[in-house]
């Protein structure tokens, strides 16, 4: 109750605070209720240098720190760390993307979840299932699946293409 409260609270004040001058690109702190409807200082609710805080977000861009409770979802690029509950989607990420479900199309750094997908990875992917078309790195997990691997997988079932074999448990890959 307290953390609802408070999230209102700070809509309520960011909502009646007077606008910045129209100079400013990209908004340093975004407070977002569902999707898009959100508010943002200065007022660019689509590119966040900063944070973007919220109950259900989508951004086009965002560098920094992304913190949602239920769903993210970053249109173009995340730099930095987003981190939801539930669904987090991004299009490319530089740093680390957290969620149950994580879903990416080009990776550099760790993606942590239940579930992680993605088409390119250079890092960690460590969760129950992993998944990746081009993997150069580390995945972790029980059931892991790479396409091309460049790197390790470590768990219960690793499936890898163009791995050592293309399945093996406990460890699989290739250099």
Known sequence: MKKT???LALFAAVAVLPALPAAAETGALKLSLWDQIAVAIPNN???V???DLGIASKTATV??????????????ELNGVSLTWIINLANKVNGV?????S??????GVQLGLVNLSNDVLGLQYGFYNQADNMNGLQLGFVNYAKNITGLQIGLL??????WLPAMVIVNGRF
Request: net charge negative; proline share 0%.
């Open 158 to 163: 690793n499936i890898a293409e163009n791995g």
């Open 45 to 47: 609710i689509h590119d």
């Open 97 to 101: 993307q957290w969620g149950l479900l």
């Open 63 to 76: 560098s920094g720190v992304q913190l949602d409770l239920l769903f993210a979802q970053t249109e173009y």
């Open 5 to 7: 409260a408070l999230m």
């Open 49 to 51: 240098k900063g944070v």
């Open 103 to 108: 879903k990416s199309e080009d990776l550099t």
